[in-house]
């Protein structure tokens, strides 16, 4: 990634203090002699009263409040671009103290308000139809800057809206940076974090037999959402390129395991391309795929990309696919496509922006 000489000259060297566990923030109050009962009010500063500087922490004694500064930094990222649709998504392009750049979506339901989140700086994963892995991975994000994105979505909320959902489905394989993905998680789900159920928080893979198998011993069940996208290794080696060294069985055998695990059903996604995957002997051999497992299917029509020769199905196809899963009795929901016009799937905002500097240069 370029990096400008002034941005390094300008690199601020506080510590992002959402990268400090709850443990470790302790530890730095205990060792400048602060009282222990800080711990929760700057916790509940930083995820419930959505406090935007340190500054802005009012029931902390002032001395502290200089001292916080001066060690850490509350936020990383400086938002390049801000992007709202007509149905309440909006899509956040963020800029990393390295210059890379990340997204995250917040989306509105009903009464739901769910966010989605990268967990790296590009995905190394390849899905030839996804924008993000266009340009491979440049890092892992860290337990803070998988947090910040979460807290800015949350700030876009009014007071009174409390954020329901986190998906990790932005950009990246969560699977592939695991240990800061589970750390991010565990405060999103914890009363003195954003206070979430595990279960409505989940984490989407293309599907790692060895990392399925550590997240199925975390101490708290996630839930686990795997992207099939095709029903036979043949056409999954083609959209996913990872799955020749994996293959479909051995990623159902785990998602088993982690069924007998936690009890938690998985559930299986699957993005239809039209003339690919859409065929209804592909809903049929899917069929057969899942049968016997306690899972959902959510099919989702495809979002185009720029660049990209993918192409949305039609009506009439998405119909033939919905009715042989429904008549063979899969449990599957079929879900709309969200954010239309703001490039809210997965990696496009970042590439859109990427392509325009590229046009002007
Ligand atoms: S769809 Fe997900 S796993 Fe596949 S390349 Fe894109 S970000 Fe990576």
Sequence with gaps: MFTEKSQIDSIDRRAHILDLTSEQLSQWLQTNGQAKYRLPQILNWLYERRAESFEAMSDLPKGLRSLLDSEFRLWTTSLATHKKADDGTEKLLLTLSDGAQIECVLLREENRRSVCVSSQVGCAMGCVFCASGLDGVDRNLTRGEILEQMLRLQRLLPNEERLSHVVMMG???????????????????????????????????????????????????????????????????????????????????????????????????????????????????????????????????????????????????????????????????????????????????????????????
């Design 171 to 361: 950009m990246g394989e969560p699977l592939a940076n695991l240990n800061s993905v589970l750390s991010a998680l565990d405060v999103a789900s914890h009363e003195l974090g954003l206070g979430i159920s595990p279960r409505r928080i989940t984490i989407s893979t293309v599907g790692i037999p060895a990392a399925i198998d550590r997240l199925a011993q975390h101490s708290t069940p996630f839930h686990l959402a795997i992207s099939l996208h095709a029903p036979n290794d043949s056409l999954r080696n083609r959209l996913v390129p990872v799955n020749r060294k994996i293959g479909i069985e051995s990623i159902l055998e785990a998602a088993d395991r982690y069924f007998e695990a936690t009890g938690r059903r998985i559930t299986f996604e699957y993005v239809l391309l039209a003339g690919i995957n859409d065929r209804e002997s592909d809903a049929r051999e899917l069929t057969r795929r899942l049968a016997g497992r306690v899972s959902m299917l959510n099919v989702i029509p495809y979002n185009p990309v720029r660049g990209l020769p993918f192409a949305t199905p039609t009506s009439s196809a998405i119909h033939a696919f919905r009715t042989v899963l429904m008549d063979a009795g899969v449990n599957v929901m079929f879900r709309q496509r969200k954010g239309d016009g703001i490039d809210a799937a997965c990696g496009q905002l970042r590439r859109v922006t990427k392509d325009k500097v590229l046009d002007k240069n």
